[in-house]
């Protein structure tokens, strides 16, 4: 499966939802389920309320329908850093995934929100390439001005298709 497959997601999956300025993560734990790291103020439904989190400093693990966490977003299969790092075997991402339900977790844009935590459960790495590019387009911005954030943004957005 090729890391942006846009087809059905298989157990150890990443999923990946478009949220506008920020994507949100998830791992595919089968039978139409997702393990996300969400706000503690967020109700069921859709969206991750990153205000909530960055404010609170804590997130909940929750385990909700594919369905209920994409909402009108769209999503992508998106295990695009297989070539760089050895995934778990799918049954022991999913058994660590939902080990983790339920459970409060200290949240951190820049350390630990919810791409690093689907690439902890996926290749026991913390990385948060949201993290790496936001730095990437702030410096750019400051260094080079608009221009510089203009080629950022469009870099972005050709990766991204």
Request: aromatic letters at 10%.
């Amino acid at each position: 499966m090729s890391s942006w497959d846009r087809t059905s997601p298989k157990p150890g999956d990443l999923i990946e939802f478009f949220r506008g300025a920020f994507e949100h993560w998830a791992v595919y734990v089968g039978k139409g389920y997702v393990v996300h790291l969400a706000s503690p103020s967020e109700a069921s439904g859709p969206s991750m309320n990153i205000l909530g989190s960055v404010l609170g400093n804590r997130a909940i693990v929750k385990k909700e329908l594919l369905s209920v966490v994409a909402g009108g977003d769209t999503y992508r299969v998106n295990n695009k850093n297989d070539d760089k790092y050895e995934p778990l075997p799918p049954n022991e991402i999913v058994q660590q995934a939902e080990k983790m339900v339920g459970k409060c977790m200290p949240y951190s844009l820049t350390s630990s929100n919810c791409e690093h935590f689907v690439n902890m459960l996926r290749y026991e790495v913390n990385r948060s390439d949201q993290v790496i590019d936001g730095i990437i387009t702030f410096v750019t911005t400051i260094l080079f001005g608009v221009p510089g954030f203009v080629f950022r943004v469009m870099a972005r957005k050709l990766r991204n298709s």
